[in-house]
């Protein structure tokens, strides 16, 4: 398995192609179209690749960026690559990379197997079978990267709350959970069954009933179905005088918002609200809470773009917090 930190790895990828034709999608319409792109020519291997916020570029054939073995390909993806029918193809040298940012997104009509991409000339880095792919992701080095987005845990009145997702995947068998008390001396919490290999966001939950208040360290470890192991940064929990909470999950979200309250105290008249950035409520509910966890499951069919979301009633505040929508 392959561990990329998007923020580190960006900058390296953006020198790849320093000299190379700028090559901006102007238009959404198929990539083999010279007035698709700013550049005014079909991109090739040596062009810089960005398809911007906003526009839709289509493969409907067989496109071999490869021809005359450019030394490095970037295309940066913060719109959306379509490939259409059974023939779409993208063939990239082994030192290319592909870049989804936060928004982004490759997509395809097809389900059946074939290959879409190839980076150099080992397996296809992805298939119509793997599901669509969305951003934070950096595809590269002939490997469909694995990129572990976040790692967090929260306190609730029976335990923690430990929440992780990825990116993507590729043989992942299990995760482990750890705890310890001194950051040392670890001791099991669950085994959790990976995705295998998937180019879709993954996201995983488990509770640690067994959390007795105190400051606790939480740590994952990835294990392939070869057996090698990636052991990820440990997180730190502290759960004394814990107040009323809210957690939101997904986050980013893009049909869908999970709440999480826990409380200590029943209350009347809740609603959850959200606004956007200058200040208008785009949706309103009216929840009933009771003391303890409460969950609820919000639909979030609303444009993308940053919000605020709040809880209001008539004995329990709570801050407002971010939420960031995508499609």
């Known amino acids: 398995m392959r561990f990329f930190t998007f923020c580190l790895f960006l900058p390296l990828f953006l020198a790849f192609n320093s000299n190379a034709a700028n090559c901006t999608a102007v238009a959404s319409t198929n990539f083999t179209l010279a007035s698709t792109w700013s550049c005014g020519h079909v991109p090739n291997g040596f062009d810089n690749i960005v398809i911007p916020s906003g526009y839709t570029v289509t493969i409907t054939t067989a496109i071999d960026l490869t021809v005359g073995n450019p030394s490095n390909t970037l295309i940066t993806i913060n719109g959306t690559l379509f490939f259409s029918g059974n023939s779409s193809r993208l063939a990239l040298v082994s030192s290319a990379a592909i870049i989804i940012n936060a928004g982004g997104k490759i997509t395809t009509d097809q389900n059946n197997n074939s290959n879409k991409i190839t980076i150099g000339s080992g397996p296809a880095e992805w298939d119509s079978n793997m599901g669509n792919l969305s951003g934070p992701l950096i595809m590269a080095n002939g490997v469909l990267p694995i990129e572990l987005i976040e790692f967090t845990g929260t306190c609730l009145s029976n335990g923690v709350e430990l929440n992780w997702s990825t990116a993507s995947e590729e043989n992942n068998d ?154």
């Not at 299990?174 to 996201?203: C, H, R």
């Not at 609200?273 to 609820?296: C, H, M, P, R």
């Not at 069919?301 to 499609?327: A, E, H, R």
Request: glycine share 4%; charged share 20%; proline share 3%.
């Open 174 to 327: 299990y995760f482990l959970v750890e705890k310890s008390f001194n950051g040392t001396d670890w001791e099991l919490v669950a085994k959790i069954t990976g995705s295998g290999t998937s180019g879709v966001v993954n996201k995983y939950v488990h509770i640690d009933y067994t959390n007795n208040n105190e400051l606790t360290y939480y740590r994952l470890t990835q294990v392939d179905k070869n057996s090698s192991k990636e052991v990820f940064k440990a997180i730190d929990v502290n759960c004394k005088n814990v107040k009323d909470q809210m957690v939101l999950y997904p986050n980013p979200s893009s049909t869908e918002l999970n709440i999480l309250l826990d409380v200590t105290t029943s209350s009347n008249n809740n609603y959850i609200k959200v606004l956007n950035n200058v200040g208008q409520i785009v949706l309103e509910t009216k929840v009933d809470v009771t003391k303890g966890v409460n969950t609820f499951v919000l639909p979030v069919d609303i444009m993308p773009g940053t919000y605020n979301i709040m809880f209001s009633s008539d004995n329990i505040v709570l801050p407002s917090q971010k939420l960031m929508i995508i499609k």
